[in-house]
């Protein structure tokens, strides 16, 4: 199975400031039509998981723009451009490429300074 | 609006059963596979199971094979999760989620609790 490493764990910012969060997996994440399966989730305190971004860079409907992914092989990160209220809450990395089983990263808990 | 709202969850005890459902609606359920995901109380997402449109191809997590059934009445747009010989490790707000492969995990239910434990 793949192994899907997330750093770092707990990620205060100051509202306003970027964010960044680093997922790495434990092989290269290339499937064999030449796209990466990489989606970031976040979810809210109380709440189910949502999809933030897919096939590493591609943000789903109705995600803000400040949020970014970007990543190749087996290196990927997920940015905040200018971190917001809303945006506390726990990030997970995904990897879809080698299924079953899909897994995630640790999840990364960000909170506001 | 799509959306997935899962039911039936609840209090068990160890080596008891729990038939969980999700209803769908907003979308043409027939042409999404779907999913069910499971967080333990305080830990991280795990991907559960999973089937296609056609209820032909089903996979499973190592942790559930063989005790977990998933199942599909598209007529009724609504996926099911048979749960037999339930552990306390199976603790968790059980998701239901569309799709699969490149596209896994578009869209989440808000989750049901299944709690084992005597």
């Known amino acids: 199975d793949v192994v899907m490493t997330q750093s770092p764990l707990s990620l205060p910012v100051t509202l306003g400031q970027p964010a960044s969060i680093s997922c790495r997996s434990s092989q290269s994440l290339v499937h064999s039509d030449g796209n990466s399966y990489l989606s970031w989730f976040q979810q809210r305190p109380g709440q189910s998981p949502r999809r933030l971004i897919y096939?590493?860079?591609n943000r789903d409907s109705g995600v803000p723009d400040r949020f970014s992914g970007s990543g190749s092989g087996t290196d990927f990160t997920l940015n905040i451009s200018r971190v917001e209220a809303e945006d506390v809450g726990v990030y997970y990395c995904?990897?879809?490429?080698?299924?079953?089983?899909?897994?995630f990263g640790q999840g990364t808990k960000l909170e506001i300074k | 609006e799509a959306q997935l709202v899962e039911s039936g969850g609840g209090l068990v005890n160890p080596g008891g059963s729990l038939r969980l459902s999700c209803t769908a609606s907003g979308f043409p359920f027939s042409s999404h596979a779907m999913n069910w995901v499971r967080q333990a109380p305080g830990k991280g997402l795990e991907w559960v199971s999973s089937?296609?449109?056609?209820?032909?191809?089903?996979y499973y997590a190592d942790s559930v094979k063989g005790r977990f059934t998933i199942s599909r009445d598209n007529a009724k747009n609504s996926l099911y999760l048979q749960m037999n010989s339930l552990r306390v490790d199976d603790t968790a707000v059980y998701f239901c989620?569309?799709?699969?492969?490149?596209?896994?995990?578009?869209?989440w239910g808000q989750g049901t609790m299944v709690t084992v434990s005597s």
């Open positions: 989620a569309r799709d699969w492969a490149g596209n896994a995990f578009a869209l």
């Open positions: 089937i296609n449109t056609g209820s032909v191809y089903m």
């Open positions: 995904m990897q879809s490429t080698h299924w079953p089983p899909y897994t």
């Open positions: 096939k590493v860079s």
